[in-house]
């Protein structure tokens, strides 16, 4: 019976333009994020010689920084909140996915894959997990 009641809300929120307006203004972002990310991960890796997985957080924390001032401030403007609470919950979701990251790129760094393109390939592959525990938990307003 609840898997129906949450089919039923799912479908709705499916067909709900402004979700996908939401969706494609949080890719745009994500994509300036992840150019972000990329230029300061390889900055960080070949410039200052750092360990991948050091990089990549550095990285990270320029990119959430970037991610949230614009998603704030444009992708969720109508649901903004107070500026520290919505901040620590973005915080909060971003570390969670960035762990997620964290364990892509490791894995594919050791079977070989190049760094630069490992990190990319992780971006991609929890962008949709960021965007469903922002929609639904950082940026939702408790009215």
Not at 34 to 55: E, I, K, M, P
Not at 56 to 70: C, D, E, I, M, P
Not at 103 to 109: H, K, M, N, Q, R
Request: glycine share 8%; proline share 1%.
């Amino acid at each position: 019976m609840e898997h129906l009641r949450l089919r039923a809300r799912a479908t709705h929120a499916l067909r709900q333009r402004h979700n996908w307006e939401q969706l494609a203004k949080f890719c745009a972002v994500g994509a300036t994020g992840y150019a972000v990310n990329l230029a300061v991960y390889a900055s960080l890796l070949d410039g200052a010689n750092l360990h991948y997985r050091v990089a990549a957080t550095g990285s990270f924390v320029v990119a959430v920084t970037n991610n949230y001032l614009w998603n704030r401030h444009w992708t969720f403007r109508d649901d903004r909140g107070h500026f520290g609470h919505q901040g620590l919950r973005f915080l909060i979701v971003s570390v969670i996915v960035y762990v997620g990251n964290l364990a892509i790129l490791t894995l594919l760094v050791e079977v070989g894959v190049g760094k630069i393109v490992s990190q990319a390939i992780a971006i991609v592959l929890v962008t949709p997990a960021n965007f469903v525990g922002n929609k639904l938990w950082s940026f939702r307003l408790h009215r």
